[in-house]
């Protein structure tokens, strides 16, 4: 299993953008997706997560600005960002789990300038 994350860059503050995840498998082969991020010194936490199934679970703090979709024909999973603050800046990273078993994507760097 292969995951490719991309679409990571730099904004300003209030700015948008869309990162995609493409798997090399199909997603559905999956329990779940989604996407992780880690800022500057801090803990990675999950940011948003989709299910099989269409169960969705978003941060709380960015609940409001991001939104976590799935192209099924191309498995891949994207997250689009909007409203970006600073404190988003992170790397963010794909995930996909089954099973008890989790794979990781590479990051893409996320930079939000104020």
């Known amino acids: 299993v292969q995951l490719q994350a991309s679409g990571g860059g730099t904004v300003q503050a209030g700015g948008s953008l869309r990162l995609s995840c493409a798997s090399s498998v199909t997603i559905f082969s999956f329990n779940g997706m989604g996407w992780y991020r880690q800022g500057p010194g801090k803990q990675r936490e999950s940011v948003a997560t989709?299910?099989?199934?269409?169960?969705?679970n978003i941060l709380d703090s960015v609940k409001d600005r991001f939104t976590i979709s799935r192209d099924n024909g191309k498995s891949t999973v994207h997250l689009q960002m909007n409203s970006l603050k600073p404190e988003d800046t992170a790397v963010y990273y794909c995930n996909a789990w089954r099973s008890g078993v989790a794979y990781w994507g590479g990051g893409t760097q996320v930079t939000v300038s104020s």
């Open positions: 989709i299910t099989t199934g269409g169960s969705i």
